[in-house]
């Protein structure tokens, strides 16, 4: 028995998330993890297509790949389920030590019903779309259809089975999203016989006591009855998040991934106010959350997909997503260089994973939501950062979940930022010299080199009383006393440059001393990681 017990080495765990005062962590392999991921085109989804999917990956120093597995493609013909594209993908996603985050596109992608089969999108009796007011045929799948649940849960089943079958002893896959970017464009819900009916239902308790909303007419009701203007995007929520929620149950029950649902954005910055046509209605908006929590518990979180560059709105989005009940994860964001200096925004706020879209070299530009690019030149911005994490990147997903990491982007108007910590703040400020103050000298009008654009990011980990490391690009940094330290005079003891080996292990390059601290720690245009000791007397 011993013998046939050694043959085999136990499996690693499940990758699962877990929560701790209020912040999340994504485990694999029994351990923090961040994702310091990319996603793939659209199209990129086929065994010959990855060819052009892993060189980028591997410019990009990510440690996960983002990829559609389509309805169309695993089940072309109803019942007949086809893995091969799974099979290769998984095979070459080891051979290029990455992990998977699968994206399920089937009944809903970017909200129509493009990649559910042609015996699903042709079949209008079987396979119901929505109705509007006037009886006309909407181009969006009906929530309502249960042989377009029965059919897609089947087939996400199988595709849970087979990866449960090939993965089980490796978890290479990590994650599952389900659906893409749900939700309907220009109708804001069904008015088919089913819906119709379920609309004059009283609200769900659940739904009544979880959701915040700035209209409540009613303890209870009916939808109109209690959430007036808000009540037909809320309904639609509701029943959007229902069918997910079904789906990714059963998945889980044949194999227990994490799971979650992304998000084309509301603006999170406009001031609240009944659905007119300006998002897709039904979607994990941020203002309906909660909505998805009750009605799709199998679902981990609600994620963001940032295709706004401004940084108020960027920041803004980050901070309705990030919450104690919704871990934060930014499966998708623009492709440009603007981008770039976000992910010390977001790897600081200890976010699971950060992947921009559209990462492979397959020929297709995703300007103007993201870079004109579509060579090496259009991964370098977030590739040169992903590499200075990688060595690090289980310390840092530890230290994000034990609360010790914090991060900040430039900001469009280029202003100071403040960042407090125990007992000490980092005064983050850009534009600024390598050497000396823009005061002296104010009859120079150059600016510092690589600064016409925003471009500076930095995150911090406080890995002890007075102990940080610190990763960024284009910022100057100073520290100060707060708290305990408040008031004290406080001068540096070590500024590090180096990095961490695959132990571990920190492994100092030079030590920052003279004019290299005297005006502030000053990062250059490429990302350096930092441990800096300071002290008080
Ligand atoms: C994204 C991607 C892909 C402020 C766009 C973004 C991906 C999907 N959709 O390349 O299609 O599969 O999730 C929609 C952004 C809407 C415009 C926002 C302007």
Same mark, same amino acid.
């Given at each position: 028995?011993?013998?046939? +017990? ?18 999340? +962590? ?214 959007? +998040? ?296």
């Amino acid at each position: 028995a011993v013998a046939a +017990a050694s043959v085999t080495a136990a499996a690693a765990p499940l990758p699962q998330l877990v929560q701790k005062d209020g912040r999340h +962590a994504l485990m694999v392999d029994g351990a923090p993890f961040v994702m310091l991921g990319a996603q793939a085109h659209n199209s990129s989804n086929y065994p010959a297509a990855l060819k052009k999917v892993w060189p980028a990956i591997r410019d990009m120093h990510a440690n996960t790949l983002e990829i559609p597995v389509a309805w169309e493609q695993i089940e072309p013909v109803e019942g007949k389920f086809d893995f091969s594209y799974v099979d290769t993908l998984v095979a070459e996603a080891r051979k290029n030590k990455v992990r998977l985050v699968l994206l399920w596109f089937a009944t809903w992608k970017n909200t129509n019903p493009q990649y559910s089969p042609e015996w699903v999108k042709f079949d209008n009796q079987r396979f119901p779309r929505m109705l509007d007011k006037d009886g006309k045929v909407n181009y969006c799948m009906s929530p309502f259809g249960e042989e377009t649940l029965k059919a897609d849960k089947k087939a996400f089943v199988a595709l849970m089975a087979h990866i449960k079958k090939i993965d089980e002893a490796h978890r290479t896959v990590i994650m599952m999203q389900v659906q893409n970017e749900v939700g309907t464009y220009g109708l804001v819900r069904d008015y088919g016989a089913k819906a119709q009916a379920a609309f004059a239902q009283a609200v769900p308790q659940a739904v009544l006591e979880r959701q915040k909303s700035p209209v409540k007419l009613a303890a209870k009701g009916t939808w109109s009855e209690v959430y007036g203007d808000y009540a037909e995007q809320y309904f639609h929520t509701y029943a959007i +998040a229902s069918y997910i929620g079904e789906v990714a149950r059963a998945g889980r029950a044949v194999y227990n991934l994490p799971m979650y649902v992304n998000n084309a954005l509301r603006d999170p910055l406009e001031p609240m106010a009944p659905w007119k046509g300006n998002f897709a209605s039904g979607g994990p908006t941020w203002d309906v959350i909660d909505i998805y929590k009750v009605a799709a518990p199998a679902i981990d979180l609600a994620a963001p997909d940032i295709y706004m560059p401004q940084s108020a709105k960027f920041t803004g989005t980050l901070d309705r997503f990030q919450r104690p009940d919704n871990a934060l994860m930014v499966p998708e964001l623009g492709n440009a260089a603007t981008y770039a200096r976000y992910t010390y925004q977001v790897l600081g706020r200890g976010a699971l994973g950060f992947a921009p879209f559209g990462i492979d070299y397959a020929d297709y530009s995703n300007f103007p939501l993201g870079s004109k690019l579509t060579d090496k030149t259009m991964v370098e911005p977030f590739g040169s950062i992903f590499a200075v994490f990688r060595p690090m990147e289980r310390q840092w997903a530890k230290w994000a979940f034990e609360g010790r990491t914090y991060g900040v982007a430039e900001s469009d108007e280029r202003s100071e930022q403040t960042i407090a910590m125990k007992n000490w703040t980092a005064t983050v400020s850009f534009r600024q010299w390598q050497f000396g103050e823009k005061a002296w000298n104010p009859e120079i009008k150059d600016e510092p080199a690589n600064t016409d654009k925003p471009g500076g990011g930095v995150a911090i980990a406080q890995i002890g009383d007075n102990e940080f490391i610190v990763v960024g690009q284009q910022v100057r940094l100073r520290l100060g006393g707060a708290g305990s330290n408040d008031g004290k005079p406080t001068m540096l003891a070590r500024v590090e440059e180096g990095s961490f080996d695959p132990s571990g292990t920190w492994i100092m390059e030079r030590n920052w001393n003279g004019d290299q601290v005297d005006y502030g720690i000053n990062l250059p245009a490429k990302p350096v990681v930092l441990k800096i000791r300071i002290g008080t007397y």
